[in-house]
């Protein structure tokens, strides 16, 4: 095992030079695009050799949502033991590194600089090749971590707090979205509606939650778009429709908020595995993705494992643990891109608006 780096602070002084250049592995991967301060290293297959995710969770569920400015600060605190934890996770030291990537977008401006000019500030001094990362390529390849290659062309469902994509993915960087949402994305559906009925934020996972002792058919709750015929997306009709059953009828509890919440997700899921399936009669492509922090949904999770045993698709879900925010998947996106011989420079600026 390597030795740790004896030298105060990470960018010590004195401590030995970067390893050859050839090859971008081992791989330190950060994500700071929003409230988890995320560091991996992946090796040469796709393999995570190390990883520690640091939630801000508790910080800003004081404020019943991500506090921006909070988030960036909590960054900064977090990024260097977050750092030299994962290298002691997978037996490194910074002289052992290959190359070094972090997430330039979408996000929180303040957020996404922390962790780039870190990747930067070391790739620097290091010496070591760099990259920076599309966070939704990241959630889209999340599935394929561990194995040397993605298996292309597939059926990207990309569903997390921002976003919410249908994506024909053909080749690392070869993509084509096929339909988005119009307002609000999956995760918000989830976050406002448990906002509305009262849930400590995150509210996806507190609905998922009430929701395994509820009735999916209590309530008939819009689905928006649903016969439309493109593959658009809309979810903005659920927070007010659950808001007007809280003004008609009073902040529920008990059996009537796990109703609520198993209706609610009924809603939401619906939409997505029907609209993934007229993706999938569109293009005629049955390897099906599911990724993103709604996909670590339990009802999601068994309505795609459903529709895929029905409709013979190839299921591909990220793993629960890689479906929310991480670093891991950064890392993995940059390992494909970087062995295509793809580099950033250290200008390279963050993009909170950034595309897939
Ligand atoms: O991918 P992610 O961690 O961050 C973004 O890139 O946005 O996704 C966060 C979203 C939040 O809206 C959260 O409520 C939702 O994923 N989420 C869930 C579950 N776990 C996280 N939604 C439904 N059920 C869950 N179990
Ligand atoms: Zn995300």
Not at 47 to 72: K, M, N, T, W, Y
Not at 256 to 280: F, G, H, M, N
Request: proline letters at 4%; one cysteine or more.
């Amino acid at each position: 095992m390597a030795q740790r780096d004896q030298s105060p602070g990470l960018l010590g002084l004195g401590v030995a030079s970067a390893t050859s250049a050839s090859s971008p592995f081992p791989l330190l991967a950060i994500e700071t695009s929003c409230d988890e301060t995320a560091a991996a290293v992946i090796g040469r297959g796709g393999e995570v050799l190390g990883e520690v995710i640091r939630s801000q969770i508790d910080e800003h569920a004081l404020f019943g949502g991500v506090v921006p400015e909070l988030a960036s600060r909590c960054h900064v605190e977090a990024l260097e033991s977050v750092v030299a934890e994962v290298l002691e996770r997978a037996g490194l030291d910074l002289g052992g590194l290959g190359s070094v990537a972090a997430t330039r977008g979408p996000g929180l401006v303040g957020c996404l600089l922390v962790g780039l000019s870190y990747a930067q500030g070391l790739a620097l001094a290091r010496g070591l090749p760099m990259l920076g990362v599309n966070h939704l390529e990241g959630h889209l390849l999340a599935p394929f971590i561990g194995s040397p290659e993605p298996q292309f062309p597939f059926l990207g469902l990309v569903v997390s707090g921002g976003h919410t994509l249908l994506v024909l993915a053909r080749g690392v960087g070869e993509y084509e979205i096929l339909g988005e949402t119009r307002d609000d994305a999956a995760g918000e559906a989830f976050d406002k509606g448990a906002r509305v009925l009262g849930l400590p934020y995150p509210g996806g996972v507190a609905v998922d939650r009430l929701a395994q002792t509820g009735n999916p058919a209590a309530f008939d709750f819009p689905r928006g778009m649903l016969h439309s015929k493109d593959l658009a997306f809309s979810f903005s009709g659920l927070k007010t429709a659950v808001w007007q059953h809280v003004q008609e009828h009073g902040v529920p509890s008990g059996q009537e908020l796990s109703d609520l919440c198993a209706s609610l997700q009924e809603a939401i899921v619906d939409v997505l595995v029907r609209k993934t399936a007229k993706a999938v009669a569109a293009s005629g492509v049955d390897r099906v993705v599911v990724t993103g922090g709604v996909a670590a949904n339990s009802r999601l999770r068994g309505a795609f494992e459903s529709a895929a045993a029905d409709g013979g698709w190839t299921l591909h879900r990220a793993e629960r643990r890689w479906c929310t925010d991480n670093a891991a998947m950064i890392g993995y996106a940059a390992g494909l891109r970087m062995e295509r011989g793809e580099r950033s420079g250290l200008e390279l600026d963050a993009s909170s608006g950034l595309g897939l």
